[in-house]
């Protein structure tokens, strides 16, 4: 596949950006399921290890951080092929929608339409354990 990065769920977009800055708005865990293109030469290539390292100085400027990431070694169970698993969790709906504007952000962008084949993003409730003491 090219780097034409990831087709978007418009319906939950909208779902998201109806929360955000509501009172129904609050932590929220986003769980990247990712497949990489050639070109990112993931995990140790230059254009992957770039990427990471703008997401890593991102996230802070929305008040967000990858809590943990993780290669993935095989499939149990299933067909969709992911090379790595990123749990990031944002204090809102809000800051995710506000990550493409923060400083950075549209350099990010950039770098995941380069580096990212394919992605499925879940979204989770951001406020229960193992997030407890965070």
Known sequence: MTGNGPRRNEDELVRIKAIAGTEADGPVLMLNLNRYTDAAGYPDGDLYRRYM???DDLLPKVGGRILWRTRVLGQAVGEQAVDEILAVWYPSHQAFVDLPHAPGGEENFQLRQ??????????CRGDLAPLDGI
């Open 53 to 55: 390292t703008v997401l």
């Open 114 to 123: 380069e580096c990212v084949a394919e992605a499925v993003i879940h979204r």
